[in-house]
């Protein structure tokens, strides 16, 4: 059966009862129907421990990350423990675009996956309204004198769907680009924001433009910062919904990865934890973004330890990294799976850099041979690093049991967490080592633009705010056709922007965009209603 298939095969629990499940209450709920719920007043009386679920590089085949997540959700509840999962909202950008919909696969998944992947609560469209409502409260205040003296406008609006068209455009009487929603500086700082005060106080804080003494203007100067607070009041509460086993799983926030920070909102993260002993997150593409931004990103800002990470791969995946063409995929073919392990154990190093406590999880397959098994296997143990196998699309929490015992028996130890650099680092410095020590770039080079843009940002005491790097998820460089463990290749640093309220520094590399295009043949193509059934969502 095909994932929306098996879905709706699945007789779902009534969402108070999944809420009991972590000590919810009906006065902690907000209900939207009978299988999902806005918590409020959680709790929140526990201390759990925190995985983060990562992946290799990512690949045509996909890894599984969000698979992995919810089976291994079911897998510690299953053995009884007292798990929940924190998930990211997928953006609608790709749902009709090229990946498809985030909500797991196989007998893995979170539902209702159809409200999940589309509307869901309303939180996308609450964060796009906000987002455009700053952008006709600049154009209003310009078109009715301007006392504020704005000479240059630098917040765009933003939309939920890939249009390309969008990426240059005249509105306004200037030249403008719309970002897509997921990467919008909205939702950068709607999931680092930890109550709705700090949010008003980070809506404000938006950098909006300079006048003409190149001086910063902030949303707060045109008094619409209320306003937008309004627009996401409801939004900011966290979702609860369901695996299809009937474990409880929150999903709130959805920035990208490889252009935004990739991590499921701080007050959703909090909430988890203080729900339930084990709280099973991912971020983002590989573990290169997402993981990194986690750590150094989120972490920093919510004062968060994690206490595990696991590392997801695929032998479709290792073999593509080692320069296997998709007509052979499902050859043996050790000597390329050898090739692709470098990826690998990159990620692995990389990620030892964060943490002691590191899973290797193959997310297996029918097509894998137990020799391909074996092999990766061979090499996690040469590499003095755990290794599991997860049947979870298959087989559900019972296809995950391995994972979550090798995940249990790490977390026996500290993590002994570390961040990657300090806030007192150069903000070039940052970006330096990001590029040398997780993308393992021998050299980098900086347009004059953004030189004379990080010098500003020090000169005006920003240069203690982290650094968000948006770049190609498909390599470890800036150059997508790069794949496997590339060396001794450049970084290009293209542009950079401030994004005051979320409180970091975005990094422009190569010729990454913050409007994604829809592919040649994308998924709204098969995507219908039938007889008032969805198909074609997977």
Do not use: W
């Not at 290792?318 to 392990?341: C, P, Q, S, T, W």
């Not at 965009?513 to 043949?521: E, F, N, V």
């Amino acid at each position: 059966m095909k994932d929306i298939e098996i879905a709706r095969s699945i007789k779902k629990l009534d969402i108070i009862e999944v809420g009991k499940k972590v000590g919810l209450s009906n006065d902690n709920l907000i209900l939207y129907g009978n299988d999902k719920a806005k918590i409020k007043n959680s709790p929140c009386g526990k201390n759990g421990k925190l995985i983060l679920v990562t992946a290799i590089s990512p690949t045509p085949y996909g890894e599984g990350k969000t698979t992995v997540s919810i089976g291994l959700t079911d897998a510690l509840r299953k053995i009884g423990k007292d798990a929940i999962a924190v998930l990211r909202e997928p953006s609608m950008g790709p749902v009709f675009g090229m990946k498809g919909g985030a909500t797991g696969g196989g007998y893995s998944q979170v539902v209702p996956m159809e409200d999940i992947n589309l509307h869901f609560t309303g939180d996308f469209h609450a964060i796009t309204s906000a987002n455009n409502l700053l952008c006709a409260a600049i154009d209003n205040h310009i078109y009715f004198g301007n006392n504020l003296d704005i000479q240059k406008v630098c917040f765009n609006r933003c939309l939920d769907v890939n249009d390309r068209a969008l990426r240059e455009v005249r509105a306004g009487g200037r030249d403008e680009i719309f970002s897509i929603t997921a990467a919008s500086e909205i939702m950068a700082l709607f999931c680092l924001a930890t109550s709705l005060d700090d949010l008003k106080e980070k809506l404000g804080n938006i950098v909006i433009g300079y006048n003409s003494n190149d001086e910063e203007i902030y949303a707060r100067d045109l008094n619409v910062h209320g306003a937008m607070l309004t627009l996401l009041k409801d939004a900011f509460l966290p979702n609860l919904v369901q695996t299809l086993e009937g474990n409880p799983v929150i999903i709130h926030g959805g920035p990208f990865a490889n252009i935004a920070h990739g991590c499921n909102s701080i007050v959703a993260t909090k909430t988890g934890l203080g729900l339930a002993d084990y709280v099973v997150t991912e971020a983002g593409f590989g573990a290169d973004l997402g993981a990194e931004k986690f750590f150094d990103i989120k972490c920093r800002k919510a004062n968060l330890n994690p206490d595990a990470v696991v590392l997801v791969a695929t032998i479709k995946a290792l073999k593509y990294h080692g320069g296997v063409k998709k007509d052979d995929i499902y050859l043996e073919n050790n000597e390329a799976l050898n090739l692709g392990l470098g990826n690998l154990v990159r990620h692995v190093e990389n990620m030892k850099k964060y943490v002691n406590n590191l899973v290797v999880c193959l997310n297996k397959y029918d097509t894998d041979l137990d020799s391909e098994i074996e092999f990766v296997k061979n090499c996690c143990e040469k590499h003095g690093v755990r290794f599991s196998l997860s049947s979870a699309y298959s087989q559900g929490g019972e296809g995950a049991i391995s994972v979550a015992e090798e995940v249990l028996s790490v977390l026996n130890s500290d993590s002994n967490f570390k961040l990657l650099y300090n806030d007192e680092d150069k903000l070039i410095d940052k970006i330096n080592i990001v590029a040398k020590e997780i993308y393992r770039a021998e050299s980098v080079e900086f347009s004059e633009l953004a030189l004379d843009k990080l010098a500003l940002y020090e000169k005006k005491g920003l240069g203690k705010l982290p650094v968000c790097i948006a770049k190609t998820q498909y390599s470890f460089s800036d150059d997508a056709k790069l794949v496997g463990a590339p060396e001794k290749f450049t970084i290009h640093i293209r542009d950079v922007r401030l994004y005051n309220g979320a409180g970091f520094i975005t990094v422009l590399l190569g010729d990454i965009m913050t409007m994604p295009g829809l592919s040649r043949k994308p998924n709204y193509e098969v995507i219908d209603l039938v007889d008032n059934e969805i198909v074609g969502l997977n």
